[in-house]
């Protein structure tokens, strides 16, 4: 069928030539008398772009703006050229080498014809977004580069992605205007403008430094707006860094630890065939692990015009205030810059870079590449503003004064002794956030690579993870376990004080570990020692070496780890009921029951979960005696340890579980309270609960019949494996 409709036409069109004149065959396909002149001529008949047109044919594209296409121009006028000369000391357009003209030319084209009220608003890859939009590609690039790079002269052309390289992209730069209806979508105001632009007057509709004068200019082969003033192709971040001095430190730093300069085969292949060359081409990269890559001008080009939307920002302190961050932060304890491991450059970086366009009065509502705050003034901080071809720059007379170079986090993360627990803290774990977030106040107990290694832990960097061998009895683990036994370790020395509560370590206390959303074990002090549960087992507390303040707290330096205990919290309680002892009567009931087993394990009861001991003392346990509530003699309360009849049995194991709480760990503190579960279960195998009440020195238990067991201070308290034991001056029951 499509065969027949094609040989028809054919036939038709014959048909048509043989019968028409020439004269009619040129009147039917002549250009429609309605349609406007393409934008050379359109620029031609309006007579005040006398200079844009010289310089237009200087660049060569007098024949491509002079027929067909789809191009918006913005069009400085004859008046703008004026200023232009002015600024530059040329005295007319003859004036203008080929090369300036092309860079006006191209700068001031757009890809795609655009109407004013199109330009705010975002051409994306599923419609057009409304007011989302502030800048627009051109048909300006900079292409290959001769640089001399370290003293080797060499052809450089920047990365047109973040961290990469696409061969066939030009790095196109953008241009930005300023729109009235972007501005109001987005809540900005003349100020916004002004601070870039402080010596121009904001007209609802500014082209960089310039306004436009009349808009929508209706051509054959795109749109005009005619523009007040000359824009050169702008700068992107990176060669706004390379041509100021003010900002060489900042700029020596990244070049020196977040750049490489490498070989592309298509770049050079494409550089050759261009020039006739034969010089390779390197791609200057920048260190993936950064927000962005300063030299590329797409944007994140996760949709072809992303970079219509947004933009980079970049805030880089001069070189006063960053000479006096590296004397006085960085090198504190490392002897030189090169010292330094990349990471602190990585992150020094993040914070001073923004993936997004920073308007000066939403500065509050962006966070660095660390998710932090930005920390800047912009009436004090600020030295200068800048819209450049793919960003924001800032330049500052400081440095962001990021969490991680005043926190607690800084003590081990600026010191080469510290290497291995800053490796834990940066591996994922989320201690890093922890302890670095200085709206949150904490101590921090660090050890240094001397002690880690001399307890047996160590870093594998050939294969890339932890190790472990027991300075005890030899057993070694490695990978995941390793890595497992040391972050708990650690967690142990992450200790929130919201108060400064161990700044005094005179004396002694109890405290838990961890931070504010996630509960971690209780550790203790006395008299400038600290210590876990484990420590008492070893009989082996830390020692406190020195200490330093930071902003959110106190570093303690420690000789030895904040040990976890690796016995079941029974031996703990067997230890605690020597004869004589509060604990006896109730440890008794519970090695001759069911539940206890070989090794002090206790049936339900699990290493490395957290649990609550609630032990009455001895009086207490009579009392339960003569109750009836535990096998013994009711007239005067003598206790049955070892009781032969089941209901007995029976009786013995429900009283010890229901005094045990379950996946909580409990002090007088205040940090938990309410109804929590206890390690028995009813007559249906339904949970039971005892209510806590805590406060500072203030701890009661309380059953479902309303009776209370208040802790006895100075007997409770003690630790073991994620767990404490307390001595209460009543016994608790379940009634049902």
């Known amino acids: 069928m499509k065969k027949k409709i094609h040989h028809l036409l054919i036939f038709s069109f014959l048909v048509l030539l043989s019968s028409c004149s020439k004269d009619a065959y040129d009147d039917y396909y002549e250009r429609p008398d309605s349609l406007e002149p393409p934008i050379y001529q359109q620029l031609e008949a309006r007579g005040n772009f006398k200079n844009l047109l010289v310089l237009i044919e200087k660049a060569g594209y007098k024949d491509i703006l002079g027929k067909a296409g789809y191009w918006t121009m913005m069009a400085p006028n004859d008046e703008a050229f004026t200023k232009f000369f002015q600024e530059q000391g040329i005295s007319d357009v003859n004036k203008v080498d080929a090369e300036t003209a092309s860079k006006i030319v191209k700068y001031a084209l757009i890809y795609n014809a655009f109407r004013a009220d199109q330009l705010s608003d975002y051409q994306s890859g599923t419609g057009w977004v409304p007011d989302n939009a502030f800048r627009r590609r051109t048909a300006f690039y900079d292409g290959f580069q001769n640089k001399t790079i370290n003293g080797k002269p060499m052809v450089v052309v920047g990365s047109n992605r973040n961290g990469g ?170 002897p030189s810059i090169d010292k330094l491991p990349q990471y602190i450059f990585q992150d020094l970086f993040k914070a001073h870079m923004v993936q997004g366009a920073v308007w000066p009065s939403k500065l509050g509502s962006f966070n660095n590449g660390l998710d932090e705050e930005l920390r800047f003034n912009l009436n004090t901080d600020v030295k200068e503003a800048k819209v450049l071809s793919n960003g924001f720059f800032y330049g500052t007379n400081k440095v962001q004064a990021s969490n991680l170079f005043y926190s607690v986090y800084t003590s081990a993360y600026l010191d080469p002794k510290f290497t291995l627990a800053t490796r834990l803290f940066n591996d994922g774990s989320s201690y890093r956030e922890i302890i670095s977030n200085i709206n949150q106040k904490y101590t921090l107990f660090l050890p240094s690579d001397t002690v880690l290694r001399g307890l047996g832990y160590e870093y594998n960097t050939a294969r890339s993870e932890w190790n472990y061998v027991s300075p005890i009895n030899g057993a070694a683990l490695s990978g995941t376990p390793a890595r497992l036994r040391l972050l708990r370790v650690l967690y142990n020395c992450i200790v929130p004080t919201p108060n400064g509560e161990l700044n005094d370590l005179s004396g002694s206390g109890i405290i838990r570990s961890g931070d504010m959303d996630i509960a971690g074990e209780y550790i203790k002090w006395s008299n400038n020692k600290v210590y876990a549960a484990g420590n008492e087992v070893l009989e082996n507390m830390a020692n406190i070496l020195g200490y330093e303040d930071q902003q959110n707290g106190r570093t303690y330096y420690i000789d030895k780890l904040l040990e976890f205990s690796e016995q079941p919290p029974g031996t703990d309680l067997r230890n605690l009921a020597v004869a ?23 049936g339900g009861v699990n290493i490395g979960n957290s649990y609550t001991f609630i032990v009455p003392n001895n009086a207490a346990i009579i009392q339960a005696v003569k109750d009836g509530k535990l096998p013994g003699d009711k007239i005067t309360g003598a206790p049955t340890f070892a009781p032969t009849s089941s209901f007995e049995q029976f009786q013995v194991v429900e009283f010890i579980q229901y005094h045990i709480l379950v996946n909580k760990t409990v002090s007088d503190d205040g940090l938990e309270a309410g109804q929590i579960e206890t390690l028995r279960k009813d007559s249906k195998d339904e949970k039971t609960y005892v209510s806590v009440m805590s406060d500072t020195g203030v701890l009661t238990f309380i059953d479902n019949s309303n009776r209370s067991a208040n802790f006895i201070a100075n007997k409770s308290n003690n630790l073991a494996d994620r767990t404490l034991i307390h001595l209460v001056d009543n016994y608790l029951l379940y009634t049902e």
């Open 165 to 334: 390289y696409l061969s066939g992209d030009n790095n196109n730069k953008y241009i930005s205007y300023f729109e009235k209806e972007y501005f109001a979508a987005k809540g900005l105001t003349s100020n916004d403008y002004n601070f870039f632009f402080p010596g121009s007057t904001y007209t609802d509709f500014n082209l960089l430094g310039g306004s436009v004068k009349e808009a929508d200019i209706v051509a054959e082969n795109g749109i005009i707006h005619e523009v007040t003033k000359v824009s050169l192709p702008l700068v992107n971040l990176d060669q706004y860094l390379e041509n100021n001095s003010q900002y060489s430190q900042f700029r020596k730093l990244l070049e020196d630890n977040l750049v490489i300069y490498a070989f592309n085969q298509s770049a050079t292949t494409t550089y050759r065939n261009f020039s006739g060359k034969n010089d390779d081409v390197y791609v200057k990269y920048y260190d993936p692990t950064l927000p962005y890559s300063p030299n590329n001008e797409n944007f994140l080009k996760q949709a072809d015009n992303d970079g219509q939307s947004d933009a980079y920002t970049l805030f880089a302190p001069d070189n006063t205030s960053l000479q006096k961050f590296i004397d006085e932060v960085l090198l504190k304890n490392y």
């Open 580 to 602: 004589g002892s509060e604990y006896f009567n109730f440890y008794s009931y519970l090695k001759n029951s069911s539940i206890a087993f070989a090794g002090d394990k206790i």
